[in-house]
């Protein structure tokens, strides 16, 4: 896991944006308007969108400006027994692999279509996401 989604997973768990989202519409669209299709949430529905976003801004929330590269600097490089004088290394390798984060979905795509076999999806998974073989394992559930 890169390091920077240490405080991302952090913030965006730990902020009750999902639940400060959630409960009225669970409340008022569930319970008072008896509209059961809200007591259902679909992760990828259209909710989602505004739920995740809510979540995430417990992140600049919590590490305004700069605090949050000065926390994983002085916190968590250490932690990780990285050197933080490489940070500015590893921020610029996250970046420039933010625009390969849409592989693993074409690539799991291709495989449930029969484009590429399981073999060649995981090969690519590896080159693409830069995992480890096991990293790239399919989801049980598309095996
Ligand atoms: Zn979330």
Redo the contacts with the bound molecule.
């Keep these: 896991m890169p390091i920077d989604r240490a405080v991302d997973l952090g913030c965006?768990k730990g902020y009750p944006g999902?639940q400060v989202y959630n409960m009225p519409l669970e409340r008022t669209l569930s319970r008072r308007r008896e509209l059961s299709e809200f007591s259902i949430y679909p992760l990828y529905g259209p909710q989602s969108f505004p739920a995740?976003g809510s979540?995430n801004f417990g992140i600049e929330l919590a590490f305004p400006n700069d605090e949050r590269t000065t926390f994983e600097k002085a916190v968590l490089f250490p932690l990780a027994g990285l050197v933080p004088a490489g940070a500015a290394h590893n921020y610029a390798l996250g970046e420039a692999t933010k625009a390969l984060a849409g592989a693993r979905f074409t690539l799991a795509r291709d495989y449930l279509e029969d484009r590429v076999t399981r073999d060649q999806a995981m090969a690519l998974t590896q080159k693409y996401s830069l995992v480890s073989e096991e990293s790239a394992l399919p989801p049980a559930a598309l095996v």
């Design positions: 965006h999902h995740e979540a």
